[in-house]
């Protein structure tokens, strides 16, 4: 029994309002200052002297009403029980007020006797001009207009004011705040019309201080704690809302704690008592159990019994995991009990239920169990009703079902189907399929009660990128356009390294078959970048890309699907002519060999397949089951590039419990070049894998490291003009170009951090993680070198000097270098990062649904690295990035 302390909840007294309360003068136009007056129990009316024995009076001839105002006096008449003829006495006059009030439609009730005429005089309670609410924050006005009785132009009664303070007061218990208080008062106006004032003070939210556990020898408090839904108001809970008191959770925690020892073999567990005190200040609560944990139970003899035809008892004894002697618990035979359903529901009897029949020895402490499975009809689907889909047609949530109507009843069939509709995106989560008794009992009634939830998006954003700078985002999309299930979007994306548009379509069950047909348009106009002096970004190379994809799916099995795809795509790569031509032509000295030999215009068609394999519980958050997709892209029907990219993914989902869920991941990629041997203008062999088709690797896959922070790269490092000798600290580069690698593999290990209902309702999701990759797998490029050793007879170097028309060197000793040719001062670069040796990052993120679109903030430590890598601590992302 839970017991509370007395005076939990306080609020000043409510009482009636008293007579005569309401003054004319109060109202009147030449009164400048609102005048309340708190709405205060009266006195009950005075009782009258004893009567005599025999009751003395008038014969009533007439019973008058003065003072009505918007209530007739038949009305009045209608409401007392004395009529003319009666006789009137002392204890019949006390008779009429205490009738009156009692209606509740009257202030003051006078009532007057002379020679038989009876008059009553009334003063009528006033009109509700408005109700008015001051002091609540945490409560819109909106939400308590809708849970009280008073409302505007309703007749003032003091008892709906006492029950809307207590209804006030409790919507505020509900949110933890015992100490709200709220105070009614009034305002009288003209025409016996009042305002009334709810003065609401609302209070902190009461915490748990304190939770004490009396009784338990087995299990200390801390751990039984961990067991409890409410938690212990503490500086580290502060995302939890689990710390504000609530009597509804404390009934929880008891069933929480009984269920605890029932696990543990404890049977005879049961909480003595539960105490909810408040502390001396009055602001937060000591919770106190007391508990008596009883003795520990063994299983005894577990046995089946079926008379089920297709279950037989032998094969139902084979699936039960508890054997004698092991310790007795609940949760196992719970557990039985729905396996033993489902695997009967897996042979298509829908109703069969597994009885257990317990037998307890509380001399040998043994618990001895017996599954009573009784004889039941084979069942098969009678009808499926699909309810609450209100945009959705009702043929894109029947073609999820992997039943019809007439097959038989078989559970794991139920539950795919609640997964493949779960999975569509179009209704809240927490999704069931029930199973109601068709019209015979071998029939069965398939019902989904859906909830549809928004599926169209329209997102105007601006954000901050640590690798973009700042980006502006416009996208509208719709993954169920008509409530057919098809999927619309365009997008736009704006930031100093990116811009693209993109505009797409598809149709997940063409003319009503399985058969997904989409396609997308695009345009790409992607710069990127180099590091110069360390730190300072510099753009190197554009490619603006402009093609068209065309996409089909089509299903081989249940879990097995084809993707087909054919895309036709131009390159157009170019170098800034400013800064990295002479002559004319592109210069190796200022922009590498390797970015001088990816200038040009380039026709990719790409003629493409996936084999997706998947048992995922959900396609938009899985908390278990796997995913593999194998992909192979061939250029080459027609066009001027040529070469097969194959990649390979797979994703696997464990869900541990109490929010808690890992994902391994891992996928690798390599591709291979059909066009044979390359060579640059100078003649050196370049790598037949085109720059813009190979594989990078970095932030945001590998976090740890910065954008293409990993892999192949060449860096170019400066000569100390006093001591001439090579400087290759990270800061004094003077450019580092990342290539990409014809191979490239990356494994990640995540787990989800379930939080409090509070963090949950501000959309953040923690997470730990760790990641592993690599990309690789390069020819070596020419390299160019300035060399240091330019040096006059007397030592000094000489400045060499190159023409920006003609490209000639000179040399000058020491002079600044003439109009028309620059100075170029000596350098050397370096090919590193080729190495199939993973790179290791560990750290943890936070995703948040914030107001201004998705953020993400990840803060990863790079454990393993290798020469040339580029590591970053912290990396954040706002808004929606394509």
Not at 220 to 231: F, H, I, P, S, Y
Request: proline share 5%; aromatic share 10%; charged share 25%.
């Amino acid at each position: 029994m839970t017991a509370f302390s007395s005076h939990i909840l306080r609020s000043r007294p409510i009482p009636a309002l008293l007579a005569g309360t309401m003054l004319a003068g109060l109202a009147s136009p030449a009164f400048a200052q609102e005048v309340r007056k708190p709405i205060t129990d009266a006195p009950p009316p005075a009782q009258p002297a004893a009567a005599p024995a025999a009751p003395t009076g008038d014969i009533v001839s007439q019973v008058n009403v003065t003072g009505s105002q918007r209530i007739e006096p038949d009305t009045v008449r209608s409401y007392i029980k004395l009529k003319p003829g009666d006789l009137y006495t002392a204890e019949a006059g006390d008779q009429i007020i205490k009738d009156l009030f009692a209606t509740e439609l009257f202030a003051d009730v006078t009532v007057r006797e002379a020679n038989g005429v009876v008059t009553i005089e009334i003063k009528e309670n006033p009109v509700i001009n408005r109700i008015i609410f001051e002091g609540n924050k945490r409560l819109k006005e909106d939400k308590i207009l809708k849970e009280i009785r008073l409302a505007p132009r309703q007749i003032f009664t003091r008892s709906k004011v006492r029950a809307d303070v207590a209804r006030i007061i409790e919507l505020y218990r509900r949110q933890g705040r015992y100490a709200a208080t709220v105070d009614p008062q009034m305002v009288t106006l003209d025409q016996n019309r009042v305002d009334i004032v709810y003065s609401i003070v609302e209070g902190d939210k009461s915490k748990v201080q304190q939770i004490n556990i009396i009784g338990n020898e087995k299990f200390g408090d801390g751990r039984l704690r961990k067991e409890m839904a409410t938690k212990q108001s503490r500086l580290t809970s502060f995302f939890s809302s689990n710390t504000s008191f609530d009597p509804d959770r404390l009934q929880y925690d008891q069933q929480k704690l009984r269920q605890f020892y029932l696990t543990q073999g404890y049977a005879d567990f049961r909480v003595i008592s539960a105490i909810a005190e408040l502390t001396p200040d009055k602001r937060d609560f000591i919770i106190t159990y007391v508990v008596e944990e009883g003795d520990r139970y063994k299983f005894g003899d577990v046995k089946v019994e079926s008379d089920l035809r297709d279950f037989k008892s032998d094969f139902a004894k084979s699936i039960v995991p508890m054997k004698k002697g092991d310790w007795y618990n609940a949760k196992q035979v719970e557990d039985t009990v729905n396996g033993l359903n489902e695997t009967a529901g897996l042979l298509g009897y829908a109703f069969a239920e597994a009885d257990p029949n317990f037998d307890r020895d509380a001399e040998k402490k043994e618990m001895s169990l017996t599954f009573r499975i009784s004889e039941t009809p084979r069942v098969y689907v009678e009808r499926i009703n699909i309810n609450g889909n209100t945009i959705t047609q009702d043929k894109v949530v029947r073609r999820e079902f992997r039943l019809q109507e007439g097959d038989p009843f078989n559970t794991f069939q139920v539950k795919r189907s609640k997964d493949r509709i779960q999975s569509l995106g179009y209704f809240q989560e927490k999704f069931e399929i029930d199973q109601k008794p068709g019209s015979t009992p071998d029939r069965v009634v398939l019902e989904a009660n859906l909830e549809e939830k928004p599926t169209g998006s329209l997102s105007l954003s601006a954000g901050y990128s640590s690798l973009e700078r700042f980006l502006v985002n416009a996208s509208i999309e719709q993954t169920n356009f008509r409530g057919l299930g098809q999927s619309l979007s365009a997008s736009v994306n704006y930031s100093r390294y990116s811009k693209s548009i993109d505009l797409g379509f598809t149709e997940p069950y063409l003319f009503d078959k399985n058969i997904a047909l989409g396609g997308n348009i695009f345009r790409r106009d992607y710069n990127s970048f180099n590091f110069v002096n360390g730190n300072q970004r510099n753009n190197t190379y554009s490619q603006v890309s402009t093609g068209f994809q065309l996409r089909v799916g089509v299903p081989l099995t249940e879990y097995l699907q084809f993707q087909g795809r054919y895309g036709l795509q131009v390159d157009d790569v170019s170098l800034s002519r400013a800064l990295y031509y002479t002559a004319g032509q592109c210069d190796p000295l200022l922009a590498g060999r390797f970015l001088c030999d990816a200038i040009g215009n380039r026709l990719t068609s790409t003629l493409g397949y996936s084999l997706v394999y998947s048992t995922l519980d959900n396609g938009i958050r899985p908390t278990k089951g796997h995913r593999l997709v194998f992909n192979q892209d061939f250029a080459g029907l027609g066009g001027s590039v040529r070469y097969l990219k194959t990649r390979l993914n797979a994703d696997q989902y464990v869900n541990l419990g109490r929010g808690f869920v890992v994902n391994f991941s891992a996928e690798g990629g390599y591709i291979h070049s059909f066009e044979g041997k390359r060579v640059d203008a100078s003649g050196a062999e370049v790598d037949p894998v085109r720059l813009i088709d190979r594989f990078y690797l970095g932030q945001p896959q590998l976090r740890g490291f910065d954008i293409r922070g990993i892999g192949p790269r060449v860096q170019r490092y400066s000569y100390d003009p006093t001591t001439m000798q090579l400087i290759k600290t990270r800061k004094q580069l003077l450019a580092d170009d990342s290539i990409g690698g014809r191979a490239y593999y990356l494994g990640h290990i995540e787990m989800q951090i379930p939080l409090g209902s509070g963090a949950r309702e501000l959309g953040l999701r923690p997470s730990i993680f760790m990641d592993v990759g690599s990309v690789f797998g390069v020819k070596r490029p020419a390299l160019t070198t300035i060399a240091k050793d330019f040096t006059d007879t007397d030592g000094k170097v000489k400045t060499q000097c190159r023409n920006q028309s003609t490209g000639q060197v000179t040399f000058l000793n020491g002079d600044a270098c003439p109009d028309g040719t620059f100075a170029i001062a000596p350098f050397e670069e370096a090919f590193l990062g080729d190495t199939p040796k993973p790179r290791v990052s560990v750290g943890f993120g936070v995703n948040w649904n914030s107001p201004f679109g998705p953020f993400r903030i990840d803060i990863a430590k790079a454990l393993l690295k290798e020469r040339g890598d580029d590591p970053q601590l912290v990396t954040f992302n706002v808004g929606t990035q394509f």
